[in-house]
């Protein structure tokens, strides 16, 4: 496999961890491409890898094996700077805790990520205005995290990881704190706007509402893929 090939694309990516000089592999040899628009489920039990995955391919832990390329960067030939800007610019993250600055408002939250990039205020206060809007949250820009219920700090999560137009969309278990209701509103809009924008998301989840609106689900067992199915609807492969 190249860089090329996708959007993401993992190459015999191993993650192996010392637990009390024991060596124990999180991920064992995986191969994956992901490509441009995707709406994707990586599943399976604790312990199975996808977060450790999850967390290899969006940069935030080394390899001790193998390769990932994003947007056609090899994320391991980057300088701990250059990754971190490549990060900043390039992926949104959306957490199961939301990581909300509790200081800080909505629109403050929103636009955190575009301060760094340098943007001008105008600038940033039109694109936290039309991202609010887009996920159902106008009218709250000025709301504390804390003066917001579950549902609606994870929609700011998902607006604040959407509003510098990264490529790609990373989501841990978002509807881990949520009741079925809000999880499924929630997984709606993220789809809706998967549609309408062509933003590419990827999720770590056991949720099956976040299973039943994917369109591609791949099933990790003991830090391997054990299953990898598309669902109707999705891009062309």
Do not use: C
């Not at 994956?32 to 199975?48: D, Y």
């Not at 977060?51 to 935030?60: D, H, K, P, R, S």
């Not at 805790?97 to 200081?103: G, K, R």
């Not at 591609?216 to 830090?223: A, F, K, L, N, S």
């Amino acid at each position: 496999m190249t860089g090329s090939e996708g959007l993401i694309v993992a190459e015999n990516v191993r993650k192996t961890y010392s637990d009390d000089g024991v060596p124990v592999e999180a991920v064992r040899g995986i191969d994956m491409v992901i490509r441009e628009g995707e709406f994707t489920a990586i599943v399976g039990p604790s312990g199975s890898g996808k977060t450790t995955f999850l967390n290899l391919i969006a940069g935030l832990d080394s390899l001790t094996q193998g390769r990932v390329w994003l947007a056609g960067r090899a994320l391991g030939e980057m300088s701990g700077r250059e990754l971190s800007d490549f990060r900043r610019d390039n992926i949104g993250f959306v957490f199961q805790a939301y990581n909300l600055i509790p200081v800080l408002t909505a629109e403050e939250n929103i636009e955190y990520i575009m301060l760094l990039q340098g943007r001008p205020r105008e600038e940033r206060h039109a694109r936290v205005l039309e991202i609010l809007e887009m996920v159902g949250m106008k009218g709250m820009e000025n709301r504390l995290p804390g003066k917001l219920s579950g549902g609606q700090q994870q929609r700011v999560a998902v607006a604040r990881a959407m509003a510098a137009k990264p490529a790609i969309v990373l989501a841990d278990e978002p509807t881990a704190n949520l009741d079925s209701t809000t999880s499924g509103e929630l997984l709606d809009m993220m789809r809706d706007l998967n549609r309408t924008t062509g933003m590419t998301f990827v999720f770590s989840t056991h949720d099956r509402i976040v299973m039943e609106r994917a369109r591609r689900i791949v099933v990790m067992r003991d830090g391997m893929i054990a299953e990898d199915s598309r669902q109707p609807g999705g891009p062309p492969q």
